[in-house]
């Protein structure tokens, strides 16, 4: 009776510590499970993000990363404040908008020198020929706060209007920004590839201002404009040093990927409806436009400073604000990349 009572103990004891032991490795496979809000992982400017994905570097690196898509980069922003994910795929200049708030969050691998963005014109409205002439008129962005209002709200005050001069109506990306402008909603708006080139395409729109490479953005916006990055607040880096550093290398040589492919040769690699039903105009748009993405993951040395004189031209947040830039971005883990 006791050798019975003895072994039934012994059994209950070893199923206690195999399901302390089989929770523990779950908590621990939890806490390897890297989740990435994207600003739209569809947008050609972060067309990194599922490039990563697809060429299995992530796996190669043992993480277990979730990509999440979110239209607007401003939405994202939010989420990785809230603590719902981990890192976000979006513009480096939230990084140095956060700050003057009072959160610090930096760029860990800086994918982009230039914006990718173009302010478009309705061909309904040939009265627009410069940022000027947006008085009165409904712009389109992605989301109000997004980057996409940072630089819209920029040139319309580097132009001589004041922000209540004009209206910024969030209409997203892609079909819903086509469809607000095909149906008047907005007269301008700022949108990335492959949305320029559809809109292009049927003549249902031109090109006002283009930030696409980095002679053109200097001449926009006085100088180069680090956007698209992978972002994250500085507390968790410092705290996830290795899997910051696996994120990093996983990025990097996707960035040398991108350097060192053809634009059909990346398009391959990416989910077939990325291509909207056009695949020719997709490439076409990608060989364009890739040159403004970083070789190497490296900020740019003169990007903050033009990130942060162009925020503090309109944005009260900003303005007067004393911004250590060396905060807002780190290179410590892509020159640690092997």
Known sequence: MRFTRALRHT??????????????????????????????????????AKLAEALGYFKDEGLDVELLNEPAGVDAENQLLAGAVQAVVGFYDHCVDLQAKG?????????????????LVSSKHPEIKSPADFKGKNLGVTGLGSSTNFLTQYLAVKNGLKLGDFTSVPVGAGQTFIAAMQQDAIQAGMTTEPTISRLLKTGEASVLVDMRTVESTRKALGGTYPAASLYMESAWADAHKEETQKLANAFVKTLKFINTHSGAEIAEKMPKDFYVGDKDGYI??????????????????????????????FSKNVKGKQIDLSKTYSTEFVKNVK
Do not use: R, W
Not at 286 to 309: I, S, W
């Open 284 to 313: 076409k748009a990608l060989d364009a436009g890739k040159g403004m993405f970083t070789p190497d993951g490296v900020m740019p040395e003169d990007g903050p400073k033009t990130v942060l004189a162009v925020l503090s031209e």
């Open 103 to 119: 959160k610090f969050v930096e760029s860990v691998v800086q994918f982009s020198q230039a914006p990718g963005e173009v302010e």
């Open 11 to 48: 059994a209950a004891i070893s199923v206690f510590i195999a399901g302390t032991a089989m929770a523990t490795a779950g908590a621990a496979n939890a806490a390897d499970k890297i989740t990435i809000m994207v600003g739209g992982y569809e947008k050609q400017i972060y067309l990194p």
